[in-house]
């Protein structure tokens, strides 16, 4: 492994996730520092580089600092263009961004807001018709994803091999496994999504990366 920089992050935290298992995947190393919330961000130190006091942040060897959790991931993955991650043609690597925008945006973000509204009871004015919107957004994504997949010869998003999208989708679908599908939902409505989180996270380079998958048996509900 190839040592590359640091960062500051959570490995509960999916951008954290998805930017160590790049890594991973292009056999580099990033030092992932110790942290604590409220307390390492708000430090002089953190913020003189850091100035939005935001994880994950990282600085690499020669002192290059970047945030945002798909800024990072894109950049690891450029730093090895053999691995893969990014695409070989220009038409992989639309299809990667297509993926990635699509996985945060039309499931991540809306699962978690039904983590932290239904599940955590964190969300100031979270109700039922909030709660609905979320889960509509979802199962139309999610829809459209297990056709997709189902006609995916390799089970991935865009070849044979996984890919920054796929890494970013597998974030993803373990928050919905959280939250939105219970153990029917990810059985028989959704088989081809969950069999790609399967095929991704079971990946023995980034297995210990994602860890226990947190599944629950039964969907949240807003109550």
């Keep these: 492994m190839t040592p590359i920089g640091k960062m500051y992050g959570n490995v509960a935290q999916p951008q954290t996730k998805v930017i160590l298992s790049v890594a991973a995947l292009s056999k580099l190393e990033i030092e992932l520092l110790s942290f604590e919330y409220g307390v390492t961000n ?9 100035p939005l006091a935001k994880i994950p942040a990282f600085e690499s060897i020669d002192g290059f600092k970047l945030t945002e959790g798909a800024a990072i991931a894109r950049y690891v993955s450029s730093l090895v263009p053999d691995a893969g991650l990014l695409g070989r043609t220009a038409e ?7 993926w990635v925008h699509f996985a945060e945006f039309e499931i991540h973000m809306d699962a978690s807001m039904i983590y932290a509204g239904a599940g955590l009871k964190l969300l100031p004015g979270y109700n039922s018709d909030l709660h609905k919107w979320h889960e509509e957004r979802i199962l139309r994504s999610l829809r459209f994803l297990d056709d997709y997949l189902e006609k995916s010869p390799s089970g991935l998003l865009v ?16 928050r919905i496994g959280q939250t939105t599908c219970g153990a029917a939902e990810r059985e028989q409505i959704y088989p081809h999504v ?30």
């Design 159 to 174: 070849n044979d091999s996984i890919m920054l999208a796929d890494i970013f989708l597998a974030v993803a679908i373990q």
């Design 92 to 98: 992989e690597s639309a299809l990667v961004d297509q």
């Design 42 to 50: 708000k430090s002089p130190e953190f913020t003189q580089k850091f």
């Design 194 to 223: 969950f069999a790609h989180y399967a095929k991704v996270t079971s990946d023995a380079r980034i297995k210990d990366v994602f860890g226990e998958s947190g599944f629950i048996e039964k969907r949240l509900v807003y109550n």
